[in-house]
């Protein structure tokens, strides 16, 4: 027998489906709660027993997301500048765990991502990475610097835009990349240099 939260779970759910649904046709700020009932199935009356209106929706998927991206760099972040992992070919752990996640909620993560969703995850999620790798450089090194020669703002750009760039080219793609590879090759480019990904010197 169906529990009260399961039907919960399932409605919210279909809520947020729809969201995804009709956000591939309309920008987030052109969604209306009209066009979440519509495509659910479910009336406004229901809806708004759940959220307060479609900013606190949006909210409350947001904040879920980076809540649960958050635990995993807690918990998983340690280790991740230790060079002797190269030496396995294996991707960090917390590579592999974000990755996982987005693809355990693949839909919902493109259209958050994508040019019709919501203009503040990038940032909320670009700014746990840093604070991450920052915290993670200065438990290794005594200090959140790093090389002396390229400057903190410039090196931290790169290497998040390295995990952000693959995620949203995956994201946006049909190809059948699994989430391993995904993580394999985000592990990989992290020490390539653009240089090494030209292939000029590759003999194979």
């Known amino acids: 027998m169906t529990t009260q939260k399961e039907r919960l779970a399932h409605t919210e759910r279909a809520i947020i489906d729809a969201l995804i649904k009709v956000g591939r046709t309309k920008p987030l700020a052109q969604i209306s709660i009209s066009d979440i009932s519509r495509v659910s199935g479910i009336n406004r009356g229901t809806f708004y027993l759940h959220f307060i209106d479609k900013d606190d929706l949006v909210t409350q998927v947001r904040d879920k997301l980076t809540a649960q991206i958050q635990m995993i760099l807690d918990h998983k972040i340690t280790g991740t500048m230790d060079y002797r992992q190269l030496s396995t070919n294996e991707p960090y752990p917390v590579i592999v765990d974000i990755v996982n996640l987005i693809a355990q909620n693949r839909e919902l993560f493109r259209f958050l991502l994508g040019p019709n969703g919501d203009p503040q995850f990038v940032p909320q999620v670009t700014d746990r990475l840093q604070k991450a790798i920052y915290q993670e450089l200065y438990r290794v090194k005594g200090s959140p610097n790093f090389r002396g020669d390229v400057p903190n703002q410039y090196a931290i750009r790169l290497i998040i835009n390295v995990f952000m760039t693959i995620v ?4 946006d793609s049909d190809d059948d990349m699994s989430a391993a590879d995904v ?7 992290l020490y390539l240099s653009p240089y090494n990904m030209l292939g000029i010197d590759d003999r194979n």
């Open 168 to 171: 949203a080219t995956w994201l």
């Open 183 to 189: 993580a394999a090759l985000i592990m990989k480019s």
